[in-house]
């Protein structure tokens, strides 16, 4: 089954406003990640928070993450025509076994539709 | 700087007919590699990943193999390809498996 689950599965907002999105996940993590994919392209990795942390900035964007809830949201702020995309959420494992596959599991993603 | 290829970007096949999709990456060395499938409108699905040259493990069962014949290739085969292979393939690397992951441009497979 899905570690994370991005709520809510799609958005739509007028251009200027701000977008948030959540993830919920199951298991304890070493770190969260969320990624943004255009349509039909690859992901492109936006941002990380550790278990350790409780919030991260970088540019537009604000990633939170509450360990106790398991819950992280990601918030774009002044949102442009340009963050139309879907968001995913991943999760590290915590019980990371020195495997290559104890890495990221994804959600199904957030579609953000920014409207002009 | 590193970079990731994928080729080809675009692939329609019929049923039964063999697979062939590559992935390179370039400005790094020893990376861990790993295949990714998502069908329309989901999330990504880890199909397989490599640790090394000749290194692979599995997360699936399915009919796709994988194998690295090099340090920065992966490729992804299959023999006999079913029509739920259909969907975007996308190649990863990374330098630490707890880290950022950073993707390829991505296969979209249509198998008729």
């Known amino acids: 089954s899905q570690q994370g689950e991005e709520d809510p599965q799609a958005l739509s907002i007028q251009e200027g406003e701000n977008a948030t999105m959540n993830c919920s996940y199951k298991?304890?993590?070493?770190?969260l990640q969320w990624y943004r994919q255009n349509s039909g392209r690859g992901l492109v990795h936006l941002i990380l928070i550790r278990s350790n942390e409780r919030e991260k900035h970088s540019g537009r964007l604000r990633v939170t993450l509450d360990t106790s809830k398991k819950s992280s949201s990601l918030l774009i702020t002044a949102s442009r025509a340009a963050d139309t995309a879907s968001y995913f959420c991943a999760t590290v494992l915590f019980m990371y076994s020195g495997g290559g596959a104890d890495g990221l599991t994804f959600g199904k993603g957030t579609h953000l539709i920014i409207q002009p | 700087s590193q970079t990731i290829h994928q080729w080809p970007a675009t692939l329609v096949q019929p049923v039964g007919s063999p697979l062939s999709l590559e992935c390179t990456v370039e400005?790094?060395?020893?990376?861990?590699l790993y295949w990714y499938r998502q069908a329309a409108g989901r999330g990504l699905q880890l199909l397989f990943y490599?640790?090394?040259?000749?290194?692979i493990s599995s997360e699936v069962p399915q009919n796709l193999s994988a194998s690295r014949p090099q340090d920065r290739q992966f490729i992804l085969s299959s023999k006999k390809l079913l029509l739920s292979d259909s969907g975007f393939y996308l190649c990863?690397?990374?330098?630490?498996?707890?880290?950022?992951?950073?993707f390829g441009p991505g296969t979209r497979l249509t198998v008729l």
């Open positions: 490599s640790v090394g040259i000749g290194q």
């Open positions: 990863a690397w990374t330098s630490t498996p707890l880290g950022t992951q950073y």
């Open positions: 298991t304890s993590i070493n770190n």
């Open positions: 400005g790094t060395s020893n990376p861990n």
